[in-house]
């Protein structure tokens, strides 16, 4: 079976979406914008995929940034058949 993990940064605005992927591609992390996940039902249908070992970044930079359109941010793993995702804390933004 194969599984892709990765981190997942969900937004309700398109722009704000492009603008984190690239705010985080300027600090040195591989990100790209992507389609949102049905199970993430909110949103703009755009999110930010990078990888996972960047959590630890991409919450420093949300901190900084304060997006006001952020639905979550997330643990995510796929396997052939779908998408599993862990919500990790945005409490400190």
Same mark, same amino acid.
Request: hydrophobic share 35%; charged share 20%.
């Given at each position: 079976? &194969?599984?892709?993990?990765?981190?997942?940064?969900? !937004?309700?605005?398109r722009?704000?979406?492009i603008? !984190?992927a690239?705010?985080?591609q300027?600090a040195?992390?591989?990100?790209?914008? @992507?389609? &949102?996940?049905? %199970? @993430?039902?909110?949103?703009? #249908?755009?999110? @930010?995929r990078?990888?996972? #070992?960047?959590m630890?970044?991409?919450?420093?930079l949300?901190r900084?940034?304060?997006?006001t359109?952020?639905? #979550?941010?997330?643990?995510a =793993?796929?396997? %052939?058949?779908? @998408?599993?995702?862990?919500r990790v804390? =945005?409490?400190n933004?």
């Amino acid at each position: 079976m &194969t599984r892709d993990h990765y981190g997942l940064a969900a !937004f309700r605005s398109r722009q704000q979406a492009i603008y !984190f992927a690239n705010q985080l591609q300027r600090a040195g992390v591989r990100a790209s914008t @992507v389609n &949102t996940p049905r %199970e @993430v039902s909110l949103g703009c #249908g755009i999110s @930010v995929r990078f990888d996972p #070992g960047q959590m630890a970044k991409a919450q420093s930079l949300l901190r900084r940034t304060n997006p006001t359109t952020l639905i #979550g941010l997330y643990d995510a =793993t796929r396997d %052939e058949r779908n @998408v599993a995702l862990k919500r990790v804390s =945005t409490s400190n933004f």
